[in-house]
């Protein structure tokens, strides 16, 4: 039976897509080492909540990073941490002057829940032209900072990377699948000069932009503290700039389970929502296309064998470019070896993530114990 020219054309407009954003991450610019006159002042800021099992990490990579004396501060925030996170924090920066510590228990109250009051607490202390943020359980590379911020010329507010999960297991490789899947969009549409968001765990703004708009505080947002950041920068006139080079990835290590997987897909897709319309109607049309293409793939061979046999050797190709072209990037070791579990997670984000929020339309925040309600 011919396939029908709306299912060849549904199909047709989303490889088009794919192909067009893997030409896009391969026109984001590279990035260079700074020499050390060109280094601006900076603050690294890491907010952690009951991360002593990943923090020794963390405040190791921060401990070798490569940047001028005199120019660097890190600030540390302890967010009402239960466990080893403060003894942690304290004694890393009682070895290391350039290090401060803040509580934000011991901060006035404010509106702002999980990372973004870590962040605002962080904010109130860091002096650095520039602020680069990375998260309690990740780890950066030596010459992140001096990498990171070459991206950082005239007229840019905001600056970002890639990211890469260590795959410990099936939920360290599912998650490490879903951020390279992610990932794919938004420096694929930065590297096509689309005004796109940097990625959470590993970006900077520019100090001034942040104070000017008056902080977090007086940010309109939920959920998404990174997006908040990013409308700073637009708001300011600036832009944000991108690279996926070896220096500018962060690698994170994976949530502990499967629930915490899908929790975290589900703030993702909440971040989006909350941004206002033109989010909305951007997801909507991505997810709705995407549902197509994947109800095609799981059901189409009932119908049109031979058409569903092409469109699957044209997936498994596609996404086997956009694997290796991440891998090149950022000069990870084979990834082809993840292509099964890359199928297997685009049928969840397409067919299953935005019907959860039809049953509960709600969103957690892992160890922190509130829901964001839409």
Not at 163 to 177: D, N, Q, Y
Not at 186 to 192: D, E, M
Request: glycine share 10%; charged share 20%.
């Amino acid at each position: 039976m011919t396939v029908p020219i709306l299912v060849l054309v549904w199909v047709g407009v989303y490889f088009a897509l794919m192909l067009a954003l893997l030409l896009g991450m391969w026109r984001l610019p590279h990035s260079r080492a700074l020499r050390d006159d060109e280094c601006p002042t900076l603050s690294v800021l890491v907010t952690a909540r009951n991360e002593a099992a990943d923090l020794p990490a963390c405040l190791a990579s921060l401990e070798a990073l490569d940047y001028p004396v005199g120019r660097l501060q890190l600030v540390l925030v302890d967010d009402r941490s239960t466990d080893e996170t403060p003894r942690l924090l304290h004694a890393f920066a009682d070895a290391h002057p350039h290090a401060t510590v803040v509580h934000t228990a011991d901060l006035p109250a404010n509106a702002l829940e999980a990372k973004a009051r870590g962040l605002a607490a962080g904010f109130r202390v860091a002096t650095g032209a520039w602020v680069l943020i990375t998260d309690a359980d990740a780890t950066v590379p030596r010459g992140w900072a001096r990498h990171m911020l070459s991206l950082a010329g005239p007229g840019v507010g905001m600056v970002g990377g890639g990211l890469v999960v260590e795959p410990r297991g099936l939920v360290g490789v599912l998650e490490r699948i879903s951020w390279a899947f992610t990932q794919l969009f938004s420096v694929g549409a930065a590297g096509l000069g689309a005004p796109i968001i940097c990625i959470g765990p590993n970006m900077g703004i520019r100090r001034d932009v942040y104070v000017s708009a008056g902080g977090l505080e007086r940010a309109e947002f939920r959920i998404a503290e990174d997006l908040a950041l990013f409308r700073m920068t637009l708001a300011a006139g600036l832009r944000a700039r991108t690279a996926v080079d070896a220096e500018t990835t962060v690698r994170l290590t994976p949530v502990p389970n499967l629930r915490a997987l899908i929790s975290q897909q589900r703030r993702w897709l909440g971040g989006g929502v909350e941004q206002g319309w033109a989010y909305r109607a951007g997801l909507s049309l991505a997810f709705g296309w995407g549902c197509g293409v994947a109800a095609f793939l799981l059901l189409g061979w009932m119908r049109w064998p031979a058409a569903w046999s092409a469109v699957w050797a044209a997936r498994v190709a596609v996404d086997a470019l956009a694997l290796d072209a991440q891998r090149r990037r950022m000069q990870l070791a084979a990834w082809l070896r993840y292509l099964p579990a890359l199928e297997l997670y685009t049928v969840f984000i397409f067919l299953i993530l935005p019907f959860t929020f039809l049953a509960r339309r709600g969103v957690t925040w892992r160890g922190e114990g509130y829901v964001v309600r839409y």
